[in-house]
């Protein structure tokens, strides 16, 4: 089945350093999602992707499409304390806009 | 406009019961999915609903089951738990027709003991 790579697993970084993280996967996507969980609450979408190429930024963050439409990555800009969190990107199974499948997540800390 | 409602927050059972989880979607959302995460298999996909209809099914066993009513609120009810059961559960709504984008609930946290 369909499957998404997240790295970093987790990241360690002072307030004010930007952040990377990507997905990959062995499969094309149509959709790429990136979503923030907080501990104890459900999943926050931060921004949606549903083109080739497409960048797309919401405030400090910005992700983009990958050409291949196997990969997709996201930026954090001026980290602050509160972007700490658990860091998720997803896709939708083939033949179904709904069901999405989730990539292992990255945590990622802010050092003061 | 209110968010995806979740209840409850917390559960605790014993092995061999069964339980429902409610799930209210954002207004106006027609699509209810069920998601379960935990620490060693992430967040994976149980079933959607629209329509009262079950349209996707993921890998899980028939303990896991679901429904969805005229008002678009969806139940999740897990039979026989099983200690491998404790898990969030996170149920996310979506526009129909409307692409990808799913809004999570704040999930109910159940521990099987």
């Known amino acids: 089945g369909q499957q998404l790579n997240q790295s970093p697993q987790s990241m360690f970084i002072q307030e004010g350093e930007d952040v990377s993280m990507n997905c990959t996967s062995s499969?094309?996507?149509?959709?790429w999602l990136w979503y923030k969980q907080d501990p104890g609450e459900g999943p926050v979408l931060l921004i949606a992707?549903?083109?080739?190429?497409e960048l797309t930024s919401n405030g400090r963050l910005t992700a983009q499409f990958g050409i291949t439409r196997k990969d997709s990555f996201l930026n954090i800009s001026a980290s602050i304390p509160s972007d700490v969190g658990i860091y998720f990107c997803?896709?939708?199974?083939?033949?179904?806009?709904?069901?999405?499948?989730f990539g292992s997540g990255t945590q990622l800390t802010v050092l003061p | 406009k209110a968010g995806v409602t979740q209840t409850p927050r917390y559960l605790i059972k014993t092995r061999g019961q069964q339980v429902t989880l409610s799930c209210s979607p954002i207004?106006?959302?027609?699509?209810v999915s069920w998601y379960q995460q935990t620490p060693g298999q992430g967040l994976q996909f149980l079933f959607e609903y629209f329509s009262e209809t079950q349209r996707n099914k993921g890998n899980f066993p028939g303990r896991f089951s679901g429904r969805q009513f005229s008002n678009s609120r969806s139940e999740m009810n897990v039979s026989t738990l099983e200690l491998g059961d404790s898990a969030l559960y996170l149920c996310?709504?979506?526009?129909?027709?409307?692409?990808?984008?799913?809004?999570f609930g704040q999930g109910t946290r159940l521990t099987v003991v």
């Open positions: 997803a896709g939708p199974r083939v033949g179904s806009a709904r069901q999405l499948t």
């Open positions: 996310a709504s979506s526009l129909v027709g409307q692409g990808s984008e799913a809004f």
């Open positions: 207004s106006g959302h027609r699509s």
């Open positions: 992707l549903y083109k080739a190429g």
């Open positions: 499969s094309i996507f149509n959709t």
